[in-house]
């Protein structure tokens, strides 16, 4: 259903018959709430978060495009996190069971306006669909169109911010003997040697070429988030520890124990798209229960 959100822009939210939900805002485009069958939310969103244009929500999952960090002419990760969206009256949304659909979706769209044309002089249309499954799982599906404007080049970041018990206790699996640009030390290539990533400081990190399954395991809670991409060849993992979060105006300055950022990206290699030509990125979040913490 639709209602109205901090700033008075749409958020639709979608309820599956078992119990679990996600809503979405107008404002951004930003997934903002992903709660399970039992009503637990998954993604986190900072206590702190400031609520107001053109700042984006500390937390959900903002969009970063048409570009990824400060290394460009834009705004820090693009500006479409920080514009009002539409909903895409031609995109015929799914319900459940509607001709045995196991999903619900809302569609969104972003088209520049002449402002953003002014800052970049590019023919694109965003469109954004958000679907939960009957089983709960979040899919995020953005296609990217050059209207036949001249080429362009693009990065993009499902900017997730993933609801954890303790950080000390996070351990990613799926990256290992893979090659990361360290945001910490200007993008210096590092190869990561570890049999998982864990946490005991700040880490900023590109990992390129990942593959199509990770995932991030929270001991305390028992839980697995496994993320599942396509058209994204990177993840950004991000988590900024105590003396970044002190700096952060709508962070409080203990809550980088229960948040760990794991963006599905395309930040390496910038995304060409030729007139008329159309990308994909899929990303999929699941979040299952891990008897023990091994298996996935
Ligand atoms: O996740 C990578 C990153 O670029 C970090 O360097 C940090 O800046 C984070 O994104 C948050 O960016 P934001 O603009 O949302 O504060």
Known sequence: EVTKDWNGADQVAIRSPRGA???????????????????????????????????????????????????????????ARNKIWTIDEEAPPLNYGDNNNNKASVDLLLKPSED???C????????????????????????VRNV????FSFAFAYHTYLSVSDISEVRIEGL?????????SQRERFTEQGDAITFE?????????????????????????????????????????????????DFGDEEYK????????????????????????????SAVPSTNCSDH
């Open 201 to 249: 400081s700040e880490v900023d990190r590109v990992y390129v070429g990942s593959p199509g399954v990770i995932a991030v395991l929270d001991h305390e809670k028992k839980r697995t988030f496994i993320v599942r991409k396509e058209g994204l060849p990177d993840i950004v993992v991000w988590n900024p520890w105590e003396k970044k979060s002190k700096t952060m105006a």
């Open 21 to 79: 939900s996600v809503r979405v805002c107008l404002h951004g485009g930003q997934v903002v709430s992903w709660r399970n069958d039992r009503g637990e939310e998954l993604l986190f969103t900072s206590s702190k978060a400031i609520f107001k244009p053109p700042r984006a929500t500390r937390g959900g999952i903002p969009i970063c495009f048409p570009q990824f960090g400060n290394c460009g002419t834009l705004e820090q990760h693009g500006f």
């Open 148 to 151: 036949n404007g001249k080429p």
């Open 116 to 118: 953003d044309l002014k």
């Open 120 to 143: 970049w002089p590019h023919c694109f249309e965003l469109r954004l669909r958000v679907s939960l499954s009957m089983d709960g799982d979040l899919s995020l599906i953005s296609r």
């Open 176 to 184: 290992e003997t893979l090659d990361y640009l360290d945001n910490l």
């Open 258 to 285: 229960q948040m760990l950022c794991v963006d599905a990206a395309a930040v390496e290699r910038a995304i060409t798209l030729k007139p008329g030509e159309e990308w994909t990125g899929k990303l999929e979040l």
